[in-house]
């Protein structure tokens, strides 16, 4: 397999933002997109030429919270099981390369939600062996760039050093309007055994 161009998008609705996400797909020869924050339900119906969408909305079934994995249709792949669940939602994809099965995986933690290290350990274990799992964790860490620490950030910090996860570098993703506001690091790739 040829090296593969993922990409992250917070995206705070998909619907109505379909034309720009097509755009930045062919602009940028894309080949998987995780997106965050779709606020999609089972009754949304979203199109993208050359691409399949899957996507996993949140379990109350309103438009709120949700992933999606948007993939060049040429590329092998198939749907994983799905994780819904109120704290998190994950949508995600196999792929196959020269060292075998790769899962790559849309998440979502809204900021409400309060995830302990033993829940961030269960839905990593979902993942298997080698894993992409990129979107919107809502934690915060200095450790991987973020202007302060918080609970969740520690808690997912645990889990990481447990389980020997990474974090490629990272740059602000969160750049706020209010010139009150400070950039921070919300939006980002936790990895298990892909070459940094």
Same mark, same amino acid.
């Given at each position: 397999? $040829?090296?593969?161009?993922?990409? !992250?998008? &917070?995206?705070?609705?998909?619907?109505?933002?379909?034309?720009?996400?097509?755009?930045?797909?062919?602009?940028? &020869?894309? /080949? !998987?997109?995780?997106?965050?924050?779709? #606020?999609?339900? /089972?009754?949304?119906?979203?199109?993208?030429?050359?691409?399949?969408?899957?996507?996993?909305? #949140?379990? =109350?079934? @309103?438009? %709120?919270?949700?992933? $999606? $994995?948007?993939?060049?249709?040429?590329?092998?792949?198939?749907?994983?099981?799905?994780?819904?669940?109120?704290?998190?939602? $994950?949508?995600?994809?196999?792929?196959? =390369?020269?060292?075998?099965? !790769?899962? !790559?995986?849309?998440?979502?933690?809204?900021? *409400?939600? &309060?995830? @302990?290290?033993?829940?961030?350990?269960?839905?990593?274990?979902?993942?298997?062996?080698?894993?992409?799992?990129?979107?919107?964790?809502?934690?915060? &860490?200095?450790?991987?760039?973020?202007?302060?620490? @918080?609970?969740?950030?520690?808690?997912?910090?645990?889990?990481?050093?447990?389980?020997?996860?990474?974090?490629?570098?990272?740059?602000?993703?969160?750049?706020?309007? %209010?010139?009150? @506001?400070?950039? /921070?690091?919300? /939006?980002?790739?936790?990895? *298990?055994?892909?070459?940094?």
């Amino acid at each position: 397999m $040829a090296t593969l161009r993922i990409a !992250v998008w &917070n995206a705070n609705g998909l619907n109505q933002r379909t034309q720009e996400i097509n755009l930045f797909l062919r602009t940028y &020869n894309i /080949d !998987v997109l995780l997106v965050s924050e779709t #606020h999609v339900t /089972d009754r949304s119906h979203i199109n993208i030429p050359h691409y399949a969408i899957y996507h996993i909305p #949140h379990p =109350d079934k @309103k438009a %709120d919270g949700g992933t $999606a $994995a948007i993939v060049r249709r040429n590329l092998k792949h198939h749907l994983a099981t799905a994780y819904s669940e109120e704290n998190i939602q $994950a949508t995600s994809i196999v792929l196959e =390369d020269q060292m075998g099965e !790769v899962t !790559v995986t849309a998440f979502y933690n809204r900021p *409400k939600h &309060n995830i @302990k290290t033993i829940e961030y350990e269960q839905f990593f274990r979902t993942l298997g062996h080698r894993f992409i799992a990129g979107g919107d964790y809502n934690a915060k &860490n200095t450790y991987w760039g973020a202007r302060t620490t @918080k609970t969740k950030g520690r808690e997912l910090h645990n889990a990481m050093r447990k389980h020997n996860l990474h974090l490629p570098s990272c740059q602000p993703t969160y750049c706020p309007s %209010d010139m009150n @506001k400070q950039p /921070d690091l919300l /939006d980002f790739c936790v990895t *298990k055994g892909i070459a940094t």
